[in-house]
């Protein structure tokens, strides 16, 4: 098959590889414009892992940005090394600067020693202590993440099969519920360039441009509500090209309303660390506390 544009052979997306690449960055940069993602002077920071996602991202918003890069390391054995190792040659390369924290150093365990001696499941652990650690870097302006199209639509709905409605507002190519103001003092405003393109349009841009990256999953994420529902949503996306899109625009003209609705006066604080909290402990603390009740451990987060 010829490509759309040109005479040359398709290879993603009924385009070849020259007219792929440059509707790819076309598609990323006008996310950024059309929802005003980013702000001439401001600080980037990436929430990097190594993998497809978090390279790409890295590299398109470095291409015109001054950005850094902030992994947390989980401390999952045969699986993150190899892809903080992609990661860490892709910076050097880059002249990007990284910084590497640990769940490990900063909450006493690995997840790796925490879901082998609880019953605590790993992504409901994992997602509370790496949203408590980005949000701590208070050295830029927005962190940009490598949410894609599939997982905006998997968040959509599985938040609509939990009833958590409330939750739905916080979700966005520009995430939050809390104005600017006050936000401003207590979260770093996160940021998905990549909020429209697919999961294998990436895959493939990452292959095109030789980064490397592995295409493995977490060893974990066949136990979470997540991974059962984007086994429903791509054999539905599969029978019927294009449901994700529908499902993410079709949100978008519900969103304002939603952001409206369930939008926060006021933001609480951690009575132990000062972060923000809706009760008097905020998750982070909350999970440290589980944790070290399960295991026996005496470590101060």
Request: with cysteine; proline share 3%.
């Amino acid at each position: 098959m010829k490509c759309k544009k040109c005479k040359q052979k398709a290879v993603v997306s009924g385009l070849c590889k020259d007219h792929f690449v440059k509707s790819f960055e076309r598609r990323f940069y006008d996310c950024i414009a059309k929802y005003k993602l980013i702000k001439k002077k401001d600080k980037i920071l990436v929430a990097a892992s190594g993998g497809k996602d978090s390279i790409v991202l890295l590299y398109l918003l470095s291409k015109k940005y001054k950005v850094k890069a902030l992994a947390i390391d989980e401390g999952i054995h045969g699986y993150r090394e190899q892809t903080l190792k992609v990661l860490k040659e892709f910076c050097e390369k880059n002249e990007i600067e990284l910084t590497i924290k640990t769940l490990k150093k900063e909450f006493g365990y690995s997840l790796d020693q925490i879901i082998k001696k609880t019953k605590l499941r790993a992504c409901t652990v994992c997602g509370i202590l790496r949203r408590y650690l980005l949000n701590k870097d208070r050295s830029c302006d927005v962190i940009a993440t490598g949410h894609n199209l599939d997982d905006e639509a998997q968040s959509i709905l599985m938040n609509v099969l939990k009833n958590q409605i409330e939750l739905l507002a916080r979700l966005g190519p520009k995430t939050g519920v809390i104005p600017k103001k006050i936000a401003k003092k207590h979260f770093i405003q996160r940021i998905k360039p990549m909020y429209f393109i697919p999961e294998r349009e990436i895959m493939a841009y990452a292959v095109i441009k030789k980064f490397g990256v592995s295409f493995t999953e977490c060893p974990y994420a066949y136990d979470s509500f997540r991974s059962s529902v984007l086994e429903g949503l791509n054999l539905i996306e599969n029978k019927n090209p294009g449901t994700k899109m529908n499902i993410v625009k079709n949100f978008l003209s519900e969103l304002p309303n939603l952001k409206q609705k369930y939008k926060q006066g006021r933001v609480g604080q951690c009575s132990r660390c000062r972060e923000p909290a809706n009760k008097q402990l905020c998750s982070a603390c909350q999970m440290a506390d589980r944790m070290k009740k399960l295991l026996k451990a005496r470590k101060p987060l």
